[in-house]
Antibody, heavy 117, light 108 residues
């Protein structure tokens, strides 16, 4: 069974960047895309983007274009999501999910990112 | 962007009862690309239904999905104690892939 384990909580100052990891196991990493989704307090889930883990190609939500970068290390079976120019509204729990078509069939446990001065 | 609306916001039921959750889209969902997830605080979301009506691996048959176009339904028959949670729908047919605001199923 697929498992995705994310890195721990982060506290960042406005204007900084954060990079979250998503280590996978239990399936062939390069055969499925990885999605990143976030949920701010009291808000609905928000899709940020996806990466084809086989060739590294990415597709980002227009809302985050220019601020988000999704990468991978295939030897480590790990995907990364970096979000730059952080502001208080970026305070949220960030999730990675293994993509099947464009839905997430297995999700990570979530990483809380707090942006505060 | 496709906006999803879920109703009701909260459903208060007893174990053994059935739950009917609605998800409505602001425009037709391409190829019925609609998923349902269960989410409990502090845990990873769990995929229940994809393609509007296909159960994900390991999901009990008391969960069923139906609908097409703009109107979709998740039905949970014979609620078990572990079914009391938040439920979200997501359309994944048109980017950006959007989610509904969720329905809470809590114990009456």
């Amino acid at each position: 069974q697929a498992q995705l384990v994310q890195s721990g909580a982060e506290v960042k100052k406005p204007g900084a960047s954060v990079k979250i990891s998503c280590k996978t196991s239990g399936y062939r990493f390069t055969s499925y895309p990885i999605h990143w989704v976030r949920q701010a307090p009291g808000q609905r889930f928000e899709w940020m983007g996806l990466m084809d883990a086989g060739n590294g190609n990415t597709k980002y939500s227009q809302k985050f274009q220019g601020r988000v970068t999704i990468t991978r290390d295939t030897s480590a079976r790990t995907a990364y999501m970096e979000l730059s120019s952080l502001r208080s509204e970026d305070t949220a729990v960030y999730y990675c999910a293994r993509g099947n078509w464009n839905y997430g069939d297995y999700w990570g446990q979530g990483t809380l990112v707090t942006v505060s001065s | 962007d496709i906006v999803l609306t879920q109703s009701p916001g909260t459903l208060s039921l007893s174990p053994g009862e059935s739950a009917t959750l609605s998800c409505r889209a602001s425009q037709s969902v391409s190829s019925n690309s609609l998923a349902w997830y269960q989410h409990k605080p502090g845990q990873a979301p769990r995929l229940l239904i994809y393609g509007a009506s296909s159960r994900a691996t390991g999901i009990p048959d008391r969960f069923s999905g139906s609908g097409s176009g703009t109107d979709f339904t998740l039905t949970i028959n014979r609620l078990e104690p572990e079914d009391f949670a938040l439920y979200y729908c997501q359309q994944y047919g048109t980017s950006p892939f959007t989610f509904g605001p969720g329905t809470t199923v809590d114990i009456k």
